[in-house]
């Protein structure tokens, strides 16, 4: 299963972007998919994920109202539109997927399938 992750970038505080994360060689359909983000120095935490169906959604409490998480099921894809970002936002996002669970899982060891990562830093 490959995971590529895309449209990070530099982007002045207050300014949106766009993350797309492509999947191939499994069902998208079969995965619960995550958009996660590491810091230099920090842990890696789920920021937003999404059900299989995409009817379910997951926001980590510091970017609910400003990010929001969506899939084509069609195109084997996983949005995650970002609005107003702030500097302290700066990180690589990873998606992922995770094939084993019924439920949204918020712990990283859940998800089976890790994209490369695509850094996105907020200038202030």
């Known amino acids: 299963v490959q995971l590529q992750a895309y449209g990070g970038g530099l982007v002045q505080a207050g300014g949106s972007l766009r993350l797309a994360c492509s999947v191939s060689?499994?069902?998208?359909?079969?995965?619960?998919m995550g958009w996660f983000r590491q810091a230099r120095g920090k842990e890696r935490e789920l920021v937003a994920g999404?059900?299989?169906?995409?009817?379910?959604?997951y926001y980590a409490n510091s970017v609910k109202g400003r990010f929001t998480i969506s899939r084509d099921n069609a195109e084997n894809t996983v949005y995650l539109q970002m609005n107003s970002l702030k500097p302290e936002e700066t990180a690589v996002y990873y998606c992922?997927?995770?094939?084993?669970?019924?439920?949204?899982?918020?712990?990283?060891?859940?998800?089976?399938?890790w994209g490369q990562g695509t850094h996105v830093t907020v200038s202030s």
């Open positions: 992922a997927g995770d094939v084993r669970h019924f439920g949204l899982s918020v712990d990283r060891r859940d998800y089976d399938y």
């Open positions: 060689g499994r069902t998208f359909s079969s995965l619960v």
């Open positions: 999404i059900s299989r169906s995409g009817g379910s959604t």
